[in-house]
């Protein structure tokens, strides 16, 4: 595997349910993000990482959980969601959450998450 | 703060054709400026990033953007569309401290014409 792998790259829930979403990046990198895509809105960042630490939550609502256990990994566990949660959640990944000008953000390809 | 704005949510051009996507920016300290490039169901990929050096940019599949400080815009050209440009593209805007502190546009829909 090479970049930034995302799984389940679909999943439909019920608003009971409890599921998580996985993302992987193979890019030695130390900062990890999540991004919300919804139709006809700008991408919106959730989540911030930087060597496994929570550095940035936008106001997140509390049923989305972020856990990183290290610096390749990162989920978000869902739970009780809304409709309106339905979106393609993008993970993210760069060298670290500073500055420079070489620190860009590789993206996966999202899962696309319906919610019931 | 930062801010971008892309005109145009969907443009429209004939295969070999000029593409022209439009970015402005706001930023009141000198900003990296980015274009990312998103194919049905999958991520974004950077196509080409301004970072103060060059102010003519060349990126992946024959894209180029050049920054223009004067009228705060960083417009995405390519002299000849090809089908496979059809996707969506997204202008973006970074502050040069933080890699987590990008703002991106809205997104503009290219639809190529055979």
């Known amino acids: 595997e090479t970049g930034v792998t995302q799984t389940p790259r679909h999943l439909v829930m019920g608003m009971t349910n409890k599921k998580s979403l996985k993302c992987e990046q193979h890019?030695?990198?130390?900062?990890m993000y999540w991004y919300k895509q919804s139709a006809k809105k700008p991408l919106e960042l959730m989540f911030v990482?930087?060597?496994?630490?929570?550095?940035e939550n936008n106001s997140v609502p509390s049923r989305f959980s972020p856990e990183c256990p290290n610096s390749s990994h990162l989920f978000l566990h869902l739970h009780t969601l809304q409709p309106e949660d339905s979106a393609l959640y993008l993970c993210?990944?760069?060298?670290?959450?500073?500055?420079?000008?070489?620190?860009?953000?590789?993206f996966g390809p999202g899962t696309r998450l319906t919610v019931l | 703060a930062q801010s971008v704005t892309q005109l145009g949510s969907h443009v429209s051009v004939s295969e070999g054709a000029l593409v022209l996507l439009r970015c402005n920016y706001s930023s009141s300290v000198p900003p990296y400026l980015f274009w990312y490039v998103q194919y049905p169901n999958q991520g974004l990929q950077l196509l080409l990033k301004?970072?103060?050096?060059?102010?003519l940019v060349k990126g992946i599949n024959g894209f180029e953007a050049e920054f223009k400080k004067s009228e705060t815009s960083f417009h995405l050209t390519k002299p000849s569309a090809h089908m496979s440009d059809a996707a969506e593209y997204f202008c973006a805007v970074r502050e040069y401290s933080s890699a987590s502190k990008i703002i991106f546009g809205s997104g503009t829909r290219l639809s190529i014409r055979p």
């Open positions: 301004y970072t103060s050096a060059a102010t």
């Open positions: 990482y930087n060597f496994k630490e929570q550095t």
């Open positions: 993210a990944s760069s060298q670290e959450s500073g500055g420079g000008p070489y620190n860009e953000q590789f």
């Open positions: 890019l030695g990198h130390n900062a």
